[in-house]
C-alpha cells in the first residue's frame, strides 16, 4: 500500500473530522446551535453537505464521483432517519437541503475540471500564456 501525499493526508482527516462534526451537531443536542451563526436549518445543511462533498472529492481524487454522490445522499438520508427515532425531527426538506449541497458542490467540480481539461488543451496547441 502506497502512503498518501501529505497534502492528501490532510484534506482525508479533515473529511473524517467533518462528518464527526456533522453526525454529532445533527444528532446531539444542538438543535437550533445554527442559528448563533446566522443561518437557518436548511443553510446549515446545505453549507455542510457543500463542503463536505468538496473535501471528500478531494480527498478520494481516484474515485468515481457518482460513488461519492450516492454516498452522502446516503449519509444525508441516515440522519434523517436516526433523528427520527432519537427523539429529533426527521425532515424530507433537510435531506433536499443535504442533496442541494452536494449537488451545488459537484457542478463546481465539474466545471473546475473541465476548466483544467481546456487548459491543458490550449497549452498543448499553442504558446498563449495560461488561462
Excluded: W, Y
Excluded at 100 to 125: D, N, P
Amino acid at each position: 500500500m502506497t502512503k498518501a501525499p501529505t497534502g492528501l493526508r490532510g484534506v482525508q482527516v479533515c473529511v473524517g473530522i467533518l462528518f464527526i462534526v456533522i453526525a454529532v451537531l445533527t444528532l446531539g443536542p444542538f438543535q437550533g446551535a445554527e442559528s448563533q451563526f446566522g443561518l437557518s436549518d436548511k443553510e446549515a445543511h446545505l453549507l455542510a453537505f457543500f463542503c463536505l462533498t468538496l473535501l471528500l472529492q478531494a480527498a478520494l481524487p481516484s474515485s468515481r464521483r457518482i460513488l461519492i454522490i450516492v454516498s452522502l445522499l446516503g449519509f444525508g438520508a441516515l440522519i434523517e432517519v436516526v433523528q427520527f427515532f432519537t427523539g429529533r425531527s426527521a425532515n424530507v426538506f433537510d435531506f433536499t437541503a443535504d442533496a442541494v449541497g452536494v449537488a451545488m458542490a459537484s457542478v463546481a467540480a465539474l466545471f473546475e475540471k473541465l476548466r483544467m481539461h481546456f487548459k491543458a488543451l490550449i497549452s498543448a496547441t499553442s504558446d498563449t500564456p495560461d488561462i
